[in-house]
């Protein structure tokens, strides 16, 4: 089982909250999913903070009431697909004095095995452009560094580790990443760096649109293989610390 469920929000007044509010929201949001978090090497809930258009300083966030904000939260594994499916939140969100009011959820429900037949396992005709959104900052490891630039090969290798770890169906390790680095290209990108203050600390992402190419001589599967990838990432999320709302990726049509 797979899920994204996405809650519209609303904010009666101003709020300001620190910027590195997403830590206690995600935290209040597991003890009402009955998980815990941190203890899972490859994290099973995605989670996208609260995003729109709000005010950032230094230190503080502000919310405006004539705004509208989303809430997601992705399951990779049955676990937490079911935890976040039977979540009930009222009417609204209180945490760190605020109170955000809940105005619709929408889900969007399906399974791996759902995802593999109708991308890959029914042969549909590749699809060789994508189009990727990144609405909060995204980064990946380097060794002990990171980086905050949307590498192909890095974007892929990351949501095919979630893919293997999670799905019943294993699709390749080293040597796909090697074939899809040859394969696809990096053709536009409107790109912006992020600093994503977290509870000590800060990482630097990029936000922005990202468009991709699959070359026309690519395997057909092959290049199925990388749009399951690329459609798998509006659950996973691309990069690192997608439990605390980075790496949160729109697919564009």
């Known amino acids: ?28 949001l597991h003890q009402k999913l009955n998980l ?21 300083s230094r230190d503080f966030i502000t919310f405006h009431p004539e705004e509208f904000y989303q809430l997601s939260l992705s399951g990779l594994n049955e676990t937490s697909a079911k935890a976040i499916s039977h979540l009930q939140l009222g009417d609204s969100l209180e945490f760190l004095g605020a ?16 995802l593999y037949t109708a991308l890959v396992g029914n042969e549909p005709e590749p699809i060789r452009n994508y189009h990727l959104q990144f609405i909060t900052p995204t980064a990946f490891s380097q060794g002990n560094s990171k980086l905050c630039l949307p590498v192909p090969t890095l974007m892929f290798h990351s949501w095919l580790e979630k893919w293997n770890n999670f799905a019943p169906v294993y699709l390749g390790g ?5 074939y899809l680095n040859n394969a ?7 790109i912006q760096t992020r600093t994503y203050q ?9 936000i922005g649109d990202v468009r991709l190419q699959v070359f026309q001589r690519a395997d057909p599967l092959l290049a199925n293989v990388a ?19 980075m790496g949160q990726t729109i697919i564009k049509n």
């Open 36 to 56: 815990e978090i941190g203890t899972e090497n490859i994290p099973s809930v995605s989670y996208s903070g609260i995003t729109g258009d709000y005010l950032t």
């Open 198 to 206: 977290l509870h000590k600390g800060f990482v630097n992402g990029f």
């Open 227 to 245: 749009n399951l990838l690329v459609q798998y990432a509006r659950f996973a999320g691309t990069g690192i610390k997608t439990r605390l709302g």
């Open 174 to 178: 080293d040597e796909l990443i090697a």
């Open 184 to 190: 696809i290209l990096l053709k536009y990108h409107k």
């Open 1 to 28: 089982m797979l899920i994204n469920s996405t809650f519209t929000l609303t904010v009666p007044t101003s709020i300001i909250l620190p910027r590195p509010y997403g830590l206690e929201l995600i935290k209040q």
């Open 99 to 114: 109170k955000f009011n809940i105005i619709n959820r929408e889900d969007e429900i399906t399974s791996y095995e759902e």
